[in-house]
């Protein structure tokens, strides 16, 4: 058992998405260390994040903060500055001080990925955080009555889901997230908000590409509860086959979820494991998602490496 265990945590995993569900996948593996990468959504236009945007421009730095924040295993002085946020009336009035550092050691560095990096060492976190892509694109969506929607904000005030959802502009890859994908042993999609926070890095071409042509293991982790806003309107199985499709037809291999989802394909493998919290019915049990991710990685040993035409 401790050969397997020290095996298991030689694999190398990346997790894709945005927000608290990135947030708790990453806090959920943090004893893999630099093992795992998480590519994180930099769409947001909404809250403090979308305020910076307006002003200063630049990629969004809300969700990258988000999974920073869970990320902090020593609370310190850092760590409670990081996670700031003032209140009164001025202009101030909101802001997350965690978002004014990344921007500012932004400004102050040749590439995002760098501000992103001081935080780690500062906060002494070791898994890899890296954006999407290091230039600013929103999302935009096609509405069912052929109307463009921009934002992500507006997209999850939509009444019904989007027919498409593209990247405005389109933009390129952050290099060192294709070498995580080309490399990987296990690639996550979720859980978090399906729309805005799952699909925007996959919208990005090269990353598209890049997970199409990957021999890691794909796993899809459902929500615990229904989504609020137009993904809550979607069934599972649309929302896999959106993924398969942005990433050229690239199939999911295991779905992670607390229930069987009976409407799905035979061809995906459904693995049932309790996931809730005790305290919050909607929210991901660290160690329980850790023990499924690892279960899913020994499962999975059979297909690192193996030819996808077999």
């Not at 945590?9 to 260390?33: F, K, N, P």
């Not at 019904?160 to 994908?181: C, H, K, Y």
């Not at 979720?190 to 293991?217: D, W, Y």
Request: negative net charge.
């Amino acid at each position: 058992m401790t050969q397997q265990v020290s095996d298991q945590h030689s694999q190398r995993i990346v997790a894709i998405g945005g927000g608290h569900g990135l947030g708790r996948v990453l806090s959920a593996l943090g004893d893999y260390g630099e093992q795992v990468t998480g590519i994180v959504t930099t769409t947001d236009n909404g809250g403090s994040t979308g305020r910076i945007r307006a002003c200063q421009g630049g990629i969004a730095w809300g969700d990258i903060r988000n999974c920073l924040n869970q990320l902090i295993t020593e609370p310190s002085v850092g760590s409670m500055l990081f996670e700031y946020r003032f209140k009164g009336k001025g202009e101030l009035n909101g802001h997350n001080l965690g978002n004014l550092i990344l921007t500012a050691l932004d400004n102050l560095s040749v590439r995002p990925l760098e501000a992103i990096q001081l935080i780690r060492d500062l906060l002494d976190i070791r898994p890899n955080l890296l954006p999407m892509s290091e230039h600013p694109s929103e999302l935009a969506a096609l509405t069912p009555e052929g109307e463009t929607v921009s934002g992500e904000t507006h997209i999850d005030e939509l009444s019904a889901p989007p027919t498409r959802l593209f990247l405005s502009p389109t933009v390129p890859a952050t290099r060192e997230a294709i070498a995580a994908i080309e490399h990987a042993d296990l690639i996550l999609l979720g859980p978090g908000s399906f729309l805005t926070s799952v699909m925007p890095p996959l919208l990005v071409p090269e990353l598209g590409r890049a997970l199409k042509h990957a021999q890691a293991k794909l796993a899809f982790i459902r929500n615990l509860g229904k989504e609020i806003g137009p993904a809550g309107e979607m069934p599972l199985a649309t929302m896999l086959s959106w993924c398969e499709r942005t990433m050229g037809g690239k199939e999911i291999d295991v779905v992670i979820g607390e229930q069987h989802a009976p409407q799905l394909a035979t061809r995906y493998q459904q693995k049932e494991a309790s996931l809730a919290s005790s305290n919050h019915h909607w929210r991901h049990d660290r160690d329980k998602l850790r023990q499924a991710i690892d279960e899913t990685l020994l499962d999975g040993h059979f297909s690192v490496g193996r030819s996808r035409s077999s």
